[in-house]
């Protein structure tokens, strides 16, 4: 039987990938790992300690812009729409300025990194407004650029 | 010789075939399942030996030779101050009871950035080298810590430390071994060597004989020495926590507050009234799990343990979750909380088992299930319950509540 890919291979893949593109990687997380760093809403949106604390699992900059990862081994509605959500409200602007705050950057993108299979890239076709990038992991950790509207990753 | 390595992270794993003699064996990979209650698809398929070891809760690597289980791995990057420590301790009992040695990868001291507060160093509880101690004493298998690789000797000052944002924690570069511990660090060097050394004892004495073999072994005895040495210079007592959440009492005031559970036709059983003392751990809190399960599990070890079973006790060691106020007049006690109910144990128990299979009749059971189910017939709910309802019930003689209590007859 195929073994199946798992999200640590996915993570791990695109980290390594990233760093041979000249990315630093300030943060990274996966299924046990421990490495992760929780992002708290603001404030005026907690209700209590970790009610709706989040952890990126990939953070990394390069010239000024900072991406945020979030990473699946296949097509999960909702991760999209946690995407969504960070791209288009603030609800974490304390708690990101916080953590970048030793970093110079003038540009914030949310994103995906996905194991590939035609599913999963016809389903992130469908829902590519929620985003601002996708990565795919192929086979033996070889990574592609699936959606880079602004040549992020060129 | 086969060995297989038994895995919750995939790097750790990696990292630690890399980096010790496992790495020219004939090595297999298999990933791990914590338990029938977080992973019902998977864990009945766990080789019953490695369930076994599973049952209080599950290590991050286990390693085994010929199926049988050599040495566990249990790997925190949490501060170890008050009961934190004793987070992870229940699964380094679970490995040493079933003759397993146990090693502990804990920083010695982790950076906290609280609000309105400077970062700074939260250091690890000493105590928790003598509960390690006590189990080898008991078990006469090694039980181990070495620290995870931090700044904290370096940089004592927590503002200044380069892996600040890692909590000090130095990690791997190498993103193949991705959350893995710095492996040029002195104390993984050391671990590795004391891995080398179990490896080569079980390969030329046997998994079994090689077992009572180990802690007169120099790698390891030399750890063992260490560890006390950090109890001492840290200056572990036994006013830490979480023995100081502890009260021993007479036996009789447990046996006089337990007497309203009798009756006519039931008395209580003769493994509590064989005890003349009782330590009861207090937790003033809402009923839940970590850390009061490896707290618990601690206890034990450090105030109750005579042999190698709840049965060989100096005394009985009795969960309460409330404040306990003695009545000396009448030789009893009554307990108070607004946090906690025997309903939550209850409660526990009962969501645990809704999952089970064993009220199923046979055609409602899909063939995929039928070996879980089969699993269930032999051990009913042992690997089915949450965590802390197994580690709390295993190690407690009694679990009291202001409105309840659950005990031990024999």
């Avoid at chain 2, 509880?125 to 006590?134: G, Q």
């Avoid at chain 2, 891995?195 to 120099?218: A, H, M, P, T, Y």
Wanted: aromatic share 12%.
């Amino acid at each position: 039987m195929e073994r199946r890919i798992t999200e640590e291979q996915v993570t791990k893949a695109i980290l390594i990938w990233l760093e041979a593109n000249d990315w630093k990687i300030i943060c990274f997380d996966f299924p046990g790992s421990g490495t992760g760093v929780p992002l708290h809403p603001n404030e005026r949106l907690r209700n209590t300690k970790n009610k709706g604390a989040f952890i990126p699992d990939i953070v990394a900059i390069k010239n000024g812009i900072v991406i945020f990862f979030e990473n699946k081994t296949r097509f999960v509605l909702s991760d999209f729409i946690k995407v969504q959500n960070l791209r288009n409200n603030n609800d974490y602007s304390n708690s990101i300025q916080t953590f970048l705050e030793e970093f110079e950057y003038s540009k914030i993108l949310y994103g995906v990194g996905l194991a590939h299979s035609n599913t999963t890239e016809n389903k992130t076709n469908n829902h590519l407004e929620k985003i601002g990038f996708a990565v795919f992991y192929h086979n033996i950790g070889v990574i592609k650029i699936h959606f880079s509207p602004i040549g992020l990753f060129d | 010789m086969k060995y297989r390595i038994w895995y919750s992270t995939e790097s750790f794993a990696d990292y630690i075939i890399a980096k010790t003699n496992l790495w020219n064996k004939n090595v297999v990979k298999k990933k791990m399942y914590e338990s029938d209650a977080n992973n019902s698809k998977n864990f009945h398929s766990l080789p019953d030996h490695i369930k076994q070891i599973l049952y209080l809760d599950a290590p991050d690597l286990i390693v085994e030779l010929d199926t049988e289980p050599i040495f566990s791995i249990e790997i925190s990057q949490e501060a170890g101050t008050g009961h934190n420590a004793f987070q992870r301790f229940a699964r380094l009992a679970a490995s040493v009871e079933n003759d397993v040695p146990a090693f502990y990868i804990y920083p010695e001291a982790a950076i906290i950035t609280r609000l309105k507060t400077p970062p700074k160093w939260d250091k690890i509880n000493p105590l928790v080298f003598k509960a390690m101690e006590d189990v080898m004493t008991i078990y006469k298998i090694p039980a181990l810590l070495y620290y995870f690789p931090s700044d904290f000797r370096t940089h004592p000052n927590a503002l200044t430390s380069p892996n600040i944002r890692n909590k000090g924690l130095k990690y791997d570069k190498n993103r193949n071994f991705a959350g893995s511990p710095d492996s040029t660090h002195s104390e993984m060097v050391l671990m590795f060597e004391a891995i080398n050394e179990i490896i080569s004892v079980v390969e030329k004495s046997g998994v079994i004989e090689g077992r009572g073999k180990l802690l007169g072994k120099r790698i390891l005895s030399t750890r063992k020495a260490l560890m006390q040495n950090e109890y001492v210079t840290k200056g572990g007592n036994e006013n830490m926590s979480p023995l100081s959440a502890t009260v021993k009492i007479r036996t009789e005031y447990l046996l006089n507050h337990l007497s309203q559970y009798e009756n006519k036709s039931y008395e209580i059983g003769e493994l509590l009234r064989s005890r003349e003392e009782t330590i009861i751990y207090k937790v003033d809190a809402t009923f839940r799990g970590d850390p009061y399960p490896g707290a618990l599990a601690a206890i034990d070890y450090l105030r109750c343990r005579e042999g190698k079973t709840f049965e060989e006790r100096k005394y009985n060691l009795v969960m309460c979750w409330g404040n306990l106020e003695l009545d000396e007049e009448e030789k009893t006690f009554t307990i108070h909380s607004d946090k906690s109910t025997v309903h939550d144990f209850v409660n526990a128990v009962q969501s645990s088992e809704e999952k089970n299979l064993l009220k199923k009749d046979y055609n409602d059971i899909p063939s995929c299930e039928i070996p879980r189910y089969y699993m269930q017939v032999r051990y009913g709910s042992m690997f089915s319950k949450v965590k802390h309802i197994r580690v709390f019930s295993y190690f407690a003689d009694a679990i009291l509540f202001p409105d309840g209590a659950l005990w031990r007859d024999a």
